[in-house]
């Protein structure tokens, strides 16, 4: 991969995700075949488009110079496909539904720049080339835009010959809502023309082919034969000059042979006639439509649903049994009526929306952050447009960790996984506020214990499991994280007594796994993680996490007015931090102290529910060694320092000394990274191979005792936690190091082995790689703080640096010049009083708010205007 660029055997195993956030999505392979069909809610992993695709034709005024389908060559094994039915599977070749039987380009490159992809298509027995750029909409704080279910293709042919030319474009689509035959019915308005697809089963759900061009044919149906009779017919009809002919059926296909012919097909033309040496433009969208959901990885227990007198409950409401009913509609079901509709809005807003869509990539990627983390960055926001996520009826987002190949992989908006991503908060504040409004709403117990999984349909009861240490604090500190991004005082106030029962859980009686009863700011108890298990005693890596509890919800109570909970955070906070730094810190690094030979440490512990089922005693200790099992004891942990990255990500003050936090992160540099994977013992999922670099969770060095069954997962290479442990060693002086962590991640992406759009650790499309965002935080050192009206920005490299930037009420670039700091907006405005910007040895001179010069002093090194502005263009400090 060179410039984003995807060709031969680097496009091998490219999936570019087309779809909106929640809505589902479609992909566009490394050679320009569609599949991965994923509209239904949940994961279609390696599912065909069934003859889907888009073909091109040119002609002069009196012939087909040529036709072909606009794919390159295949990239996939040529035994046949796994997966398919019989007779059209392994050892029958390669499979029809990829096109690759009928002509197609000799040569092919696939440009990515998340979120647009650019197919480039060229053949020397073409009269042409041809481009196709396919995207959906990715627009910064528009979350509906970005929400869209459809996918967007704009064709771009120039003709290269010396003579005029028409060529055709169809996009053909299989009716994917039905195995027995459809009705498809065509649509023309002012503005474009379209044919609808629906199924015999499902009333509401629909597909759509759209083009704004009124220049073209409609065959609403292929031909209804056998064997491979529609394929071939297709092909002539497509093929022959002129337009290609319409033919309908009355009815619905009845019979046929499922392995070829069983489905129905239609095709959309355009038409577009190019002079000599020119270029024309055409676009198409597919829009679909399957508005309903169910619960039906995790359904509501039988038992849920009945009236109190017991007798069954089947009113189909919460008014009886307190439970909702296990159905509820997508978000996008909300706004549009039907895929016809969805398809008509894309359509008519396609230019606006690729405007936007552009003014993002190019924002992002016209920063001067290294490639490798700008790739990082850009390849991991696809995550949201993956089955990974779903927007709820009422809008709100929620999310699985990852995919299995046909459902969610643990469900829930999981906390300890997704309090690694930083990509919405910044991009889509609402949304994460979304989040942390149903976590508080329906996840926390009385007890004051977080259920570390949403559960739905929303208003079900919370998840009984034990609580997650990691998960409910990072929680809190998110919380504080997203009132600094939007500044809304009265949005925090109304989650403030929920974060103070999850915060005070901590030394509460009800607390069966004891974190802190004496509160002195140090984890005790047991202590759940994202590992899957728990911890037991005094360990830097949650310890972290609570005391970055504790100061943001002090912050956080003297806001609300809350003083006697502010002073008591702070007290236990500031023994917490000490007890931390003097004695979790091995001289080198932060570690768990406990005596992995005292059985009696687990024996307290035996209530609640753990991934293994059993008493402590029972789960963690091996009598055959007598020694505890899964914990970190004297090992160097990628994680050691978690609650650190996040403190200096939201702006909270030091909780780990410097010094220390340097040594640590050279500690996990040198004996955490590997030079090649295949020189380590690993047991586990393997994440890295053969000469592929990465991370491990965690090492014992030479001359420390390693426990002979460690912390899960130890011996694993997972993204997340490497790219949080980068980001933090470049914020931290380590860029050289922190670079190469996150080459060796991406190095494994490349499209050879892994697909770039796609990284994995519990399944598919994995939510916790989007801590890679925290690398923009980085490298522009953004301040922010929208109650506080401030916004501010200390690059890692000044001299000539842009960076993309955004929060809750507009977004947009930063640029430093020679003697000036230029905060633009692309939409959205900023109501500020505060800019926090500096240039070494310069002295801020002059502060332009949209190009007016206003009063200002500075305070702090802070350019400080004498009253509250608000910006709706640009906002300008002039040095000197």
């Known amino acids: 991969m060179t410039d984003f660029v995807y060709k031969n055997e680097n496009a091998r195993e490219v999936v570019f995700p087309l779809g909106g956030i929640g809505s589902g999505s479609v992909g566009l392979y490394g050679n320009g075949q569609l599949g991965d069909i994923e509209i239904w809610g949940r994961p279609n992993k390696g599912s065909h488009a069934n003859l889907s695709h888009f073909a091109i034709k040119a002609e002069n005024e009196t012939e087909v110079l040529d036709a072909r389908v606009c794919q390159g060559p295949y990239p996939g094994s040529r035994m046949g496909s796994f997966g398919r039915p019989r007779f059209n599977s392994y050892g029958f070749g390669t499979d029809r539904a990829s096109m690759m039987g009928m002509p197609h380009f000799e040569d092919c490159e696939l440009e990515c720049r998340f979120p647009i992809a650019e197919l480039r298509l060229s053949d020397k027995r073409f009269p042409g080339k041809v481009t196709m750029e396919a995207f959906n909409p990715f627009i910064p704080l528009k979350d509906l835009d970005s929400s869209l279910p459809a996918a967007f293709f704009k064709f771009t042919v120039e003709n290269t010959t010396t003579e005029t030319l028409k060529y055709t474009v169809g996009f053909s689509l299989c009716n994917l809502l039905s195995t027995t035959g459809g009705i498809h019915t065509y649509h023309e308005t002012e503005t474009g023309r379209a044919v609808l697809m629906k199924g015999v089963e499902h009333e509401e759900n629909g597909l759509c082919i759209a083009t704004d061009c009124m220049e073209g044919a409609n065959q609403l149906y292929w031909y209804r034969g056998n064997w491979f009779d529609n394929l071939s017919v297709y092909w002539n009809d497509f093929s022959t000059f002129g337009r290609m002919k319409e033919r309908t059926y009355d009815a619905p296909k009845v019979g046929g042979d499922p392995n070829y012919s069983a489905v129905d097909l239609g095709t959309l033309t355009a038409e577009v006639t190019v002079p000599a040496g020119e270029k024309r433009e055409l676009r198409f969208v597919w829009g679909w439509y399957v508005p309903e959901m169910t619960n039906f990885w995790n359904p509501p227990k039988e038992e849920e649903h009945h009236h109190e007198d017991g007798e069954e409950c089947d009113c189909g409401c919460d008014c009886c049994c307190g439970e909702p009913e296990n159905k509820w509609r997508h978000y996008y079901a909300t706004v549009f009526t039907g895929a016809l509709d969805a398809a008509a809005y894309a359509i008519e807003n396609f230019e606006a929306l690729e405007k936007e869509t552009k003014a993002f990539r190019d924002t992002l990627f016209g920063s001067t952050l290294p490639k490798e983390a700008i790739d990082a960055i ?141 509160k002195d700011g140090v984890l005790e108890g047991r202590q759940h993680h994202t590992l899957d298990m728990e911890l037991f005693g005094p360990n830097s890596w949650l310890t972290g996490m609570y005391l970055g509890a504790l100061q943001a919800a002090s912050k956080m109570a003297k806001l609300v007015g809350d003083w006697a909970a502010a002073e008591e955070y702070e007290k236990i906070y500031e023994s917490g931090k000490e007890k931390l730094n003097n004695e979790l810190y091995n001289g080198e690094y932060f570690i768990q102290n406990v005596d992995l030979k005292d059985r009696s440490i687990l024996e307290p512990f035996n209530e609640g529910d753990t991934l293994v089922k059993g008493g402590a005693a029972y789960v963690y200790w091996n009598e055959e060694n007598n020694e505890m099992k899964y914990q970190i004891g004297q090992g160097c942990a990628l994680d050691q320092m978690l609650g650190q990255w996040h403190a200096d990500l939201i702006g909270l003050d030091p909780i780990f000394d410097a010094d220390k936090v340097d040594s640590a992160l050279h500690a996990i540099y040198k004996n955490n990274f590997m030079e090649r994977a295949s020189d380590y013992v690993n047991p586990c999922r393997l994440f890295a191979m053969e000469d592929e670099q990465g991370l491990r969770i965690c090492s014992w060095p030479k001359g420390v005792e390693k426990p002979l069954i460690g912390v899960p997962y130890n011996e694993e290479s997972m993204h997340g936690f490497e790219y949080a442990a980068a980001s933090h060693m470049i914020a931290r002086g380590m860029e050289e190091e922190g670079l190469r962590c996150v080459r060796a991640v991406r190095d494994r992406y490349n499209g050879v082995y892994r697909n770039p759009f796609n990284e994995f650790e519990c399944g598919s499309n994995y939510a916790r790689s989007m801590a890679s965002f925290a690398l923009l935080l980085v490298y522009s050192g953004f301040d922010y703080d929208l109650f506080e009206r401030r916004i501010g920005f200390k690059p890692l490299h000044p001299e000539n640096f842009r960076a993309l930037w955004s929060l809750d009420s507009g977004w947009g670039s930063v640029e430093y010049s020679d003697n000036a700091v230029t905060i633009a907006l692309q939409d959205g405005c900023l109501t500020l009083q505060t800019v926090n910007v500096q240039m070494e040895g310069k002295t801020a001179d002059k502060l332009l708010i949209d190009g007016r010069e206003v009063a200002f002093s500075v305070k702090d090194g802070m350019v400080v205007s004498d009253a509250p502005f608000t910006a709706r263009e640009n906002i300008k400090v002039i040095f000197a």
């Open 378 to 518: 850009s390849a991991n926001l696809s995550v949201l447009k993956s089955p990974t996520c779903l927007r709820l009826e009422d809008g709100s987002l929620y999310g699985f960790e990852g995919c299995h190949t046909d459902c969610g992989s643990c469900e829930g908006t999981c906390t300890h996984v997704w309090s690694y991503t930083y990509a919405v908060p910044f991009l889509f504040p609402a949304l994460e506020r979304s989040v942390r409004q149903n976590e508080y709403w329906y996840s926390v117990h009385d007890s004051g214990s977080m259920g570390f999984r949403l559960m739905l349909p929303l208003g079900r009861e919370a998840t009984s499991f034990r609580a997650c240490c990691d998960g409910q604090f990072a929680t809190v500190m998110r919380v504080w994280r997203e009132f600094k991004v939007c500044g809304n005082l009265e949005w925090l106030k109304s989650l403030w007594p929920q974060i103070k029962k999850t915060i005070e859980f901590a030394w509460s009686e009800e607390n069966y796994d004891r974190w802190d009863m004496n």
